[in-house]
T-cell receptor, first 113, second 112 residues
């Protein structure tokens, strides 16, 4: 069974540009989570989808971040425009049910210069 | 104050040693406690999952939670070089879903 996949693995963009990160959860997992780790800090929750609906987006830092999950399958996280402080590793996780184990992807390393 | 505090290490031990990793937390509403293992360039992988206070053992790994002191521990017996990784403690509230709060992680190196 394929795990959670994320694309790209690494992205380097300039301040002010737009970047879109993609997450493909494990097939059949209704729950999808985005987390972020900025340099030297802990991994922090960004938001949670149940199918295509946003269950909780309390961790989204500001309105430059937009997450979507059309059709309840893969999800995208767009950062527009990117700022220097957005640099970090963005993790996606998925779980079958809300109380089930979350399986994490390898992360996308975003560098904003 | 961070909700979950963890010494970042690094911690270096010889193969076969007993490893003790510790965290403290501040949020009394946390009911579930986890340890994740993260290898370099990989995502976190759930290692241990416990509810409330008590011990849980799985092979060479033992997780302990003391809610009275808000202290979380992970013990690794007979440590192996393959245990070299970053260990993240984490917690979440009861009910709802797993909005996980992580510590910063402790980097462990087991030297052959």
């Amino acid at each position: 069974e394929a795990g959670v996949t994320q694309f790209p693995s690494h992205s380097v963009i300039e301040k002010g540009q737009t970047v879109t990160l993609r997450c493909d959860p494990i097939s059949g997992h209704d729950n999808l989570y985005w987390y972020r780790r900025v340099m030297g800090k802990e991994i922090k929750f960004l938001l949670h989808f149940v199918k295509e609906s946003k269950q909780d987006e309390s961790g989204m830092p500001n309105n430059r971040f937009l997450a979507e999950r059309t059709g309840g399958t893969y999800s995208t996280l767009k950062v527009q425009p990117a700022e220097l402080e957005d640099s970090g590793v963005y993790f996606c996780a998925s779980s079958l049910g809300s109380f089930d184990e979350q399986y994490f992807g390898p992360g996308t390393r975003l560098t904003v210069t | 104050q961070k909700e979950v505090e963890q010494d970042p290490g690094p911690l270096s031990v010889p193969e076969g040693a007993i490893v003790s990793l510790n965290c403290t937390y501040s949020n009394s509403a946390f009911q579930y406690f986890m340890w994740y293992r993260q290898y370099s360039r990989k995502g976190p992988e759930l290692l241990m999952y416990t509810y409330s206070s008590g011990n849980k053992e799985d092979g060479r790994f033992t997780a302990q939670v003391d809610k009275s002191s808000k202290y979380i521990s992970l013990f690794i017996r007979d440590s192996q070089p393959s245990d070299s990784a970053t260990y993240l403690c984490a917690s979440h509230y009861s009910g709802g879903y797993q909005k996980v709060t992580f510590g910063t992680g402790t980097k462990l190196q087991v030297i052959p």
